[in-house]
């Protein structure tokens, strides 16, 4: 097999229900190739995956989840040819949106002074990371990390890298380029329809036979 699709390991379900286009799409000839292709992917993923728990994911949800801005996600959907902050090292906007929307443990938002002290450093320190005069070490990048609950990948990855790995797309953003006839592409999408359809009738043996394991709070096997 090509390639394979990586279940998330937050707890997620696949839905093939349809929802409605984000935007209008560039007609023919008059739109950047790229961007529609990659509209085109958003709003299919967008389509088959859904939580758990719930109905679609809504754009505010994912952005939280992968630090990727919600304009920024909004105009990726609309068909809008995007450059700036595609390209970009994501560090410093992924931090500033952690320290925006995460929490302690108690509820409560994370200071610049508390992230410092639990790093070992002064605030000065962080005050320089978040105005790019200083490059963060592996070391504070792990700690980093685990202050806020995320992978490393979250302070590296691109907006798009970052969207597939959300959707557990094990092709990356290579899925979202690609022409619609090349094989990664075809094979991926027809592993996350497999997937969603399979969720659909309910068969987690059969799912787990063919991916491997199942995601947290998936229905029990058969005979468990």
């Given at each position: ?30 739109g ?5 292709l ?63 929307t ?123």
């Amino acid at each position: 097999m090509i390639v394979a699709l990586a279940v998330p390991a937050a707890p997620r379900a696949w839905c093939r229900q349809p929802i409605e286009p984000a935007g209008k799409r560039p007609m023919s000839g008059t739109g950047d190739e790229r961007a529609s292709l990659i509209s085109a992917r958003l709003d299919f993923l967008f389509a088959h995956i859904f939580p758990r728990d719930g109905g679609p994911q809504s754009q505010d949800a994912v952005s939280l989840a992968t630090g990727v801005p919600v304009a920024l996600l909004q105009r990726l959907r609309a068909g809008e040819p995007v450059t700036e902050g595609v390209d970009d090292d994501p560090f410093i906007a992924r931090l500033e949106h952690l320290l925006k929307t995460r929490k302690t443990a108690e509820g409560k938002p994370h200071t610049i002074t508390d992230v410092a002290r639990a790093c070992g450093k002064s605030r000065t320190w962080l005050y320089n990371l978040l105005d790019d005069k200083s490059k963060p070490s592996l070391e504070s990048t792990k700690l980093l990390c685990k202050i806020f609950g995320v992978d490393p990948s979250f302070f590296t990855d691109g907006p798009l890298e970052a969207l597939a790995r959300h959707f557990g797309i094990e092709a990356g953003a290579r899925f979202f380029v690609l022409p619609d006839d090349d094989e990664l592409v075809r094979e991926t999408k027809s592993q996350v329809e497999l997937v969603a359809l399979l969720r659909e009738v309910g068969a987690p043996a059969v799912l787990s036979r063919y991916l491997g394991t199942l995601p947290p709070g998936a229905p029990p096997r058969s005979g468990a």
